[in-house]
Structures are given as structure tokens and as C-alpha cells.
């Protein structure tokens, strides 16, 4: 049995299986792919359900450690201000079109309750211009399968640069807009299991920072996509900290 995936264009399928492999390559836990056609990939199917909160500990780790593997193996001479190229796969800057896209969120009033201006949001990520480099791949728990015995990362659309933490920061918003309120403690244990892992810990505040920029990026989405709870309304209730 697989699992067929149709994207708009060839390249886009193409840009896809190019991730699927890096991160193949780097021992991440993806589902085989079985076919690929002009606009099409099969991947065998996986049997599981999506993340939930009891699971992001283990789903930190596993991040953390796949983080680590794609810095020491191919980016630990990446700057996260420039795109990097790679055998088969281009992985694009972190911070060109994200600081433009926060400034311009921002600047419309879009999002609700920001904790950051404009300028702000832009000079944090910004600021992360010469960390060391791991990679965003969407980390939401949509994109990761859980079965009895693996835990597998799905969906390989969208893979950039990014600093340690950034996609933690992410599975952490979006699993609260998905659930609602996540304990603190359990945020706390999911960045320790996190930092066991990976090769460049990320501490409490850089993780906020990244959190808040993420409420501001995924808040467009709120209502669609699984996201029926919103970032702001856990924070000021004391979850999430």
C-alpha cells in the first residue's frame, strides 16, 4: 500500500524528493519512496496517528538528533543569511524572507496580541545570522507519524536553514494551537529532551523568542489546518512558559 502525494508543478515534486533523500541520507526516519512520477510521489504507507502532546518529548529528541546529524555531516560551514548549497538539494537562507515577512505581518495589525513589533521580529531573526545551522522542516505535528515502534517524519515540501531550536519552537506553537494549553513542565521536558540530542542547545529565552516569531507567521492559518486554538490566549493564561 503507498501513499501518493500530487503537487501543482514537476518542480515542486522534484524539490521534494530532493529533501526526502537529504534527509534520508541523514538517517532521519522518513517513509521509502516507491515511485515518482512528473507531478506525483508514492511513498509506502505508514500506519500511525499524528503527534500529540504526551509524544513531543520523544519527538524532541528525535528532532534534536536529526538536527545535530545535518550539522556536523553538511552544515557546519552554513551561514543561515545565505542559501546553501548541497549535493541534489539547495537549502535557502533563514532569515532573507522570513524578517520580510514578519515586518510585513506586523505591519498589517494581522496578528493578534503580538508580543514584538516589527523591527523587533526582524532584528531577532536577524540576529541569528551567524549561529550554527540546522534546518526547519515544518515541525508541526501533522508531519510526524506515530506508531508502536517509530516515530517518522512526513512531508518534505518545505526545508530551509534555520538555527537550533527554530524547529522546536514550532512544533511547540502549532501542537498548542492543534490541543490548546500545554503545560509548562511539559515544555520544559520537551526542550531538555531537545538539548540531549542536539549538537547546539537552545536555551529558555531563545526558545521564546523563536516561539513568539512563530505565533506571528502561523497565525494566518489559525481556523484552518487543524488550528482551532491560537498562540496569544495560552500565553497570557500562564501555559506555555
Avoid at 64 to 83: E, F
Avoid at 119 to 147: C, G, M, V, W
Wanted: include cysteine.
Amino acid at each position: 500500500m503507498t501513499f501518493a502525494k500530487k503537487y501543482p508543478r514537476p518542480q515542486q515534486a522534484a524539490q521534494a524528493a530532493a529533501h526526502h533523500a537529504w534527509l534520508d541520507s541523514l538517517g532521519v526516519p522518513v517513509p521509502r519512496l516507491v515511485a515518482r512520477h512528473a507531478d506525483t510521489l508514492e511513498f509506502e504507507h505508514v500506519l500511525g496517528r499524528h503527534a500529540a502532546p504526551a509524544d513531543l518529548p520523544a519527538v524532541a529528541r528525535l528532532l534534536g538528533a536529526a538536527h545535530a546529524s545535518a550539522h556536523h555531516q553538511h552544515l557546519s560551514a552554513a551561514r543561515l543569511d545565505h542559501d546553501h548549497a548541497l549535493p541534489g538539494v539547495v537549502l535557502p537562507s533563514f532569515t532573507r524572507t522570513r524578517a520580510a515577512r514578519v515586518h510585513q505581518l506586523l505591519e498589517s495589525s494581522s496578528v493578534p496580541d503580538p508580543a514584538l513589533t516589527a523591527d523587533q521580529a526582524a532584528e531577532l531573526i536577524h540576529s541569528a545570522a551567524d549561529e550554527p545551522a540546522a534546518f526547519y522542516k515544518d515541525a508541526n505535528p501533522r508531519n510526524f507519524l506515530i506508531t508502536p515502534d517509530t516515530i517518522t517524519f512526513v512531508d518534505f515540501d518545505d526545508l530551509t536553514l534555520a538555527p537550533f531550536g527554530y524547529d522546536l519552537a514550532k512544533l511547540i506553537v502549532t501542537t498548542t494551537m492543534t490541543h490548546g494549553p500545554l503545560p509548562a513542565a511539559l515544555t520544559t521536558q520537551t526542550l531538555t529532551a531537545y538539548n540531549d540530542t542536539a549538537a547546539h542547545p537552545c536555551s529558555t529565552a531563545r526558545l521564546a523568542g523563536w516561539m513568539e516569531i512563530h505565533h506571528i507567521l502561523t497565525s494566518p492559518y489559525t481556523g484552518r489546518n487543524g488550528y482551532t486554538h491560537t498562540w496569544h490566549t495560552p500565553r497570557h493564561a500562564g501555559g506555555n512558559s
